[in-house]
């Protein structure tokens, strides 16, 4: 089945750095969705990216959907402490997977003030 | 204001005993989903309804059932827990098969 590879597993930065986050996979995904998890909570959607090479931003958050749709990546600039948690990227194949989403495995993300 | 509402948002269960978690939405959307998530994992789908239709995913032990009585709410039924079973649930819904809007999780503790 799909898989997707989610770099890094964790990171440890300082308020005000810039994030950069990855994920990618041995097959196509039509949607790369990216969310973010609160501890307790569920994940929120921050970004989804729907064509090769878009590339988009909401607030400090930027994403791209890669040119060859098997990656995308998540960055974040000028941290702050309420950045930290897990971000999951997600990816749907389309097609006959319905809307079933293939999930990264989380970058956990802390961020020292 | 709130999209997709969980109940409870904690739930303590003893080992066997039937438990239902409850998520209902005012999106109106047609598609529910419920997942399983255990500690530092991804979400887990278990099974989505689209519209009336349930659709379940091949590894989804019995032991976990589901009900849409109408578009707004859907159930997860446990219906013998076990240690295993304990994770956070959560629901989603989106409208046909576009983005996913989760809802808060509920976290279940069996004894």
């Known amino acids: 089945g799909q898989q997707l590879n989610q770099s890094p597993q964790s990171m440890f930065i300082q308020e005000g750095e810039d994030v950069s986050m990855n994920c990618t996979s041995s097959?196509?995904?039509?949607?790369w969705l990216w969310y973010k998890q609160d501890p307790g909570e569920g994940p929120v959607l921050l970004i989804a990216?729907?064509?090769?090479?878009e590339l988009t931003s909401n607030g400090r958050l930027t994403a791209q959907f890669g040119i060859t749709r098997k990656d995308s990546f998540l960055n974040i600039s000028a941290s702050i402490p309420s950045d930290v948690g897990i971000y999951f990227c997600a990816g749907n194949a389309g097609g006959t997977s319905y809307g079933k989403l293939t999930f990264g495995q989380g970058t956990i993300l802390t961020v020292h003030p | 204001d709130a999209m997709v509402i969980q109940n409870p948002r904690y739930q303590v269960t003893q080992f066997g005993k039937p438990v239902t978690l409850s998520c209902s939405q005012t999106l109106n959307h047609n598609v529910m989903y419920w997942y399983q998530q255990k500690s530092s994992q991804a979400p887990k789908l278990l099974f989505h309804?689209?519209?009336?239709?349930?659709?379940n995913e091949a590894d989804t032990p019995d032991n976990f059932q589901s009900r849409r009585p109408n578009t707004s709410f859907c159930f997860l039924d446990i219906r013998s827990p076990g240690l295993g079973d304990a994770a956070m649930y959560l629901c989603a819904t989106s409208r046909d098969y576009s983005l996913q809007y989760f809802g808060p999780g509920t976290r279940l503790t069996v004894l």
């Open positions: 309804y689209y519209d009336k239709d349930f659709n």
């Open positions: 990216l729907y064509k090769a090479g």
């Open positions: 097959s196509i995904f039509n949607t």
